[in-house]
């Protein structure tokens, strides 16, 4: 029988773990071991078949109570574990999921993996727990905390929901792993009497001072996120905080170079945005954006890596062997050693209309604050490769019927193959090959999109408040001094991608470093690198190799 009380007082609401195994001793050994590691944190629960299972879990929903994991074993009678879990993740898409198999069902449990988004699998039985079973739910717990938001704490944000200014500033926090809570004005009377004749958004701190119309640094300031520097001067600065930049920071710190990272918006880069990561080595499951971003944020700061954000960038010169940074705000620091991992971003929708409606239904990348707005909606997504794909997968969890724009006239071409087949099969995902967004219009937000047929030229409206954009690849480079060699698209060549005339002021002997630009001791990792290949895999791979040129570099200094 589910037991869904809890042995705490009746006013603490820990979050829960359900545990479920049709064998008693079985399942009182998992709620043992599960309850010695995480009981002070958690309500362990336990249920001995599915339907009690999911019956406990809409009862603890119901009651607006966090349900953090459920562990499940596979085979049971009547629902079993695959379809229990599956259950889960339809009431409660963010609650963690693991199957418990034999070593026999691992073909079933990765196949559960791929068809019913299942988090993990673990084979039983494990001994000791602290090798079998801890690491793989310390993880899975950490990811759900990170997204997790209860209902009270944190900031409150009053605002439009279709203010573009408003969308800017959730975005950052959300990016940024800060607890709010979202009121709009048009749809809650109280926010708007509480709002008054404010400037939206309105943001109000938990000590009750308003901040109206703030710009996201100010609301940082104000929370603590740290965006000044302790030192004047280190040996490796990375100006960029994506998987490449994140990556050299771990290498670079952990291998006692005194570092500091400056991100202009938040950690994880264009990576960060993503709904889903299913390639990257390690994680059969996948993970979010959000997640890896949180994960080499916490690995950067454990060995000591300074994480500036939002900081940006305006200017570098060189004085020697000495690189000095100049930020937006006229601050400078100095380092002997420059990073850029400063990725790209998404290029602007080329449709009439688009920049009137960015943020107020046009978005770039799979701005994942608005996905819960998508409920019952028709979403379009625009794109053909692997980012397109996943958050056209992403916010088919949430709206009604999502259609893939897709300009070729393949989807193949672009994306990988295992999301081309996720989303044919998908019964809410259509795609529309050889057809461009050409036209947007609405009132006060998007509402109609013109969908036009590369090929015949025929059009048609599209009745949509959510228009996804996921298309090219812009590099950051403008800021950059002439001497830092680029690509006519604005791309940094590097190694032996330089030419003659790029080295004309080189003033070594030696040739640059494979990842070195033609500045000594200005080195280049990930997206932003000229025909880098564009994985989340290849940027953490040259930004960990990019720090072995910093070690050569300095050793000549």
Not at 186 to 193: G, L, N, Q, T
Not at 292 to 309: K, N, P, S, T
Not at 323 to 340: F, N, P, Q, V
Request: hydrophobic share 40%.
């Amino acid at each position: 029988m589910a037991d869904v009380s809890s042995s705490r007082p009746s006013g603490a609401k820990n979050p829960a773990i359900v545990c479920v195994d049709d064998d008693p001793e079985v399942l009182r050994a998992v709620a043992r071991d599960v309850r010695r590691r995480y009981g002070d944190r958690y309500r362990v629960l336990r249920a001995d078949t599915g339907a009690e299972a999911i019956a406990a879990v809409r009862e603890l929903v119901g009651r607006s109570e966090p349900v953090a994991l459920v562990l499940s074993d596979q085979r049971m009678p009547g629902l079993d574990g695959v379809g229990l879990l599956a259950e889960v993740a339809a009431v409660t898409p963010r609650t963690k999921r693991v199957l418990l198999t034999a070593y026999a069902d691992t073909d079933a449990a990765i196949s559960a993996i791929n068809d019913s988004r299942v988090d993990y699998y673990l084979l039983k039985p494990w001994d000791p727990p602290e090798a079998g079973l801890y690491p793989t739910l310390d993880d899975l717990l950490a990811d759900w905390r990170g997204a997790y938001r209860p209902g009270y704490g944190g900031l409150r944000v009053l605002g439009d929901r279709w203010s573009a200014e408003g969308h800017r500033l959730r975005d950052f926090l959300s990016r940024n792993n800060v607890p709010y809570r979202f009121e709009d004005v048009e749809r809650d009377d109280d926010a708007r009497a509480l709002a008054g004749g404010a400037a939206l958004p309105l943001v109000i701190l938990e000590d009750g001072s308003r901040l109206e119309a703030p710009e996201p640094r100010e609301v940082a300031a104000r929370i603590g996120l740290r965006q000044d520097a302790e030192r004047e001067f280190y040996d490796l600065a990375i100006v960029g905080g994506g998987p490449a930049g994140l990556a050299s920071a771990v290498y670079g710190a952990s291998e006692g170079l005194k570092t500091v990272l400056l991100e202009r918006q938040a950690p994880g880069g264009q990576a960060g945005t993503s709904s889903r990561i299913e390639n990257y080595l390690g994680f059969p499951a996948g993970l979010s954006g959000a997640d890896l971003a949180r994960r080499g944020v916490a690995q950067a700061e454990r060995f000591g890596v300074e994480i500036l954000a939002p900081v940006e960038v305006s200017s570098v010169r060189m004085d020697g062997p000495y690189k000095i940074l100049t930020l937006d705000d006229g601050r400078e620091l100095s380092c002997h050693a420059l990073m850029l991992a400063t990725g790209v971003d998404w290029r602007k929708l080329p449709a009439d209309g688009a920049a009137e409606f960015e943020g107020r239904g046009v978005y770039y990348g799979a701005a994942m604050t608005e996905a819960m707005g998508c409920a019952g909606e028709h979403v379009l997504v625009i794109g053909a490769g692997n980012s397109a794909g996943q958050g056209a997968l992403h916010f088919a969890d949430y709206a009604d019927r999502v259609t893939v724009v897709v300009r070729g006239d393949s989807l193949a071409k672009s994306m990988s193959q295992y999301l081309v087949d996720r989303i044919e099969a998908h019964p809410r995902i259509d795609v529309r090959l050889t057809t461009e967004a050409t036209a947007l219009d609405g009132d006060g937000h998007l509402q109609h999109v013109t969908l036009t047929d590369c090929a015949t030229g025929e059009a048609e409206v599209v009745e949509t408040s959510f228009l996804f954009v996921f298309i090219g690849a812009a590099p950051h480079t403008g800021w950059l001094p002439d001497a830092v060699a680029r690509d006519r698209r604005g791309f940094v060549r590097t190694g032996p991608d330089l030419t003659e005339a790029d080295l004309a002021e080189w003033p070594l002997e030696r040739a640059p470093f494979l990842l070195e630009t033609s500045v000594p001791g200005v080195f280049v990792a990930g997206d932003v690198r000229a025909e880098s290949v564009k994985r989340v895999a290849s940027a953490v791979g040259e930004g960990s190799v990019a720090v072995a040129f910093v070690h050569q570099h300095l050793s000549e200094l």
